[in-house]
């Protein structure tokens, strides 16, 4: 894949170019550039790397490959709720990490595509096999994963455009006067709590929509609508202004009893397939231990 996109004189970084030429996510561009699958001007790319208008970039995306069960893995059980030879929709169980990371380099989401033995799209690495976008290993819920590069390439963009439909349950602490509302705020690091998160200055852009459901004396329920996908976003945000998920032990309040893990399940998924443009809509019912924590939150109302 060739191409120069026209930006003048300016330069940015290699990674957002790659973004903009492959139609791929950032981590995803920044996979490929580690994996030696850029070249600019005929010469190996480098992670941080700078390009110009006039500098050719090229991309050679890796074929697909069948991935093999690790041997020293667990088996992961997955809910598969919609399956074709493109893509596969999952309904996540809270508790279950994405990808490998620190402190989860076996049991994840990944291992069980991995140990399904089939075809999966290797856009964002050996690590993420398929992986379009990503839960917090406690929020449960629906996610697309891809079995080809051009169903990868088309929910990407999909993603990019914010037309890959997000909507999530959600209950949180107090009330509001209004119906419906919108958090527009750059998250980022949390620079005194290297791990987490934060409104901040130098974060990127984050908007986060949500309506009012139900409304109790001490929480309310909301529907919630991604329009980015910053990690931790709604949990941020919404603790930003003052309602914090319920249940949630980093952003949420001290002696949160309601709910055994943030009250957050990713309920509603609908995108285009990427074959034949059809629209594909999917709902997950609320797990037993959310639907506890909302009668625990009527009682203490």
Request: glycine share 10%; net charge positive; charged share 20%.
């Amino acid at each position: 894949m060739t191409g120069a996109v026209e930006h003048g004189e300016r330069s940015i970084r290699l990674d957002m170019r790659v973004v903009e030429q492959a139609g791929v996510s950032r981590s995803a561009a920044q996979a490929l550039i580690a994996g030696g699958h850029v070249r600019v001007n005929n010469r190996p790319a480098k992670s941080g790397q700078r390009v110009g208008g006039a500098d050719e970039v090229v991309v050679v995306v890796p074929p697909a490959a069948v991935a093999q069960q690790l041997p020293d893995g667990p088996p992961v059980p997955l809910t598969i709720v919609y399956e074709d030879g493109d893509l596969a929709v999952v309904d996540k169980p809270a508790g279950m990490v994405v990808h490998p990371a620190p402190g989860h380099p076996v049991g994840t989401l990944a291992d069980g595509l991995r140990q399904r033995g089939v075809t999966w799209s290797q856009l964002g690495g050996e690590q993420r096999p398929g992986i379009v976008h990503r839960l917090d290993r406690d929020t449960s819920g629906l996610l697309v994963v891809a079995k080809t590069e051009a169903a990868h390439h088309s929910l990407s963009q999909q993603l990019q455009r914010r037309t890959l439909g997000r909507v999530y349950w959600a209950l949180v602490h107090g009330t509001f006067r209004e119906s419906t509302g919108r958090v527009d705020a750059p998250v980022g690091r949390d620079p005194g709590h290297r791990q987490r998160m934060a409104v901040v200055d130098a974060g990127r852009p984050a908007i986060t929509d949500f309506a009012v459901v139900e409304r109790l004396r001490r929480f309310t329920r909301l529907e919630v609508r991604l329009l980015s996908g910053r990690t931790h976003q709604i949990r941020v945000h919404l603790a930003s202004i003052g309602h914090p998920i319920a249940g949630d032990p980093v952003y949420g309040r001290r002696g949160d009893v309601v709910a055994p893990r943030p009250a957050l399940h990713a309920q509603r998924l609908s995108f285009l397939h990427p074959d034949d443009g059809r629209l594909c809509e999917f709902e997950s019912p609320l797990p037993a231990d959310l639907s506890t924590a909302m009668l625990v939150a009527a009682e203490v109302s």
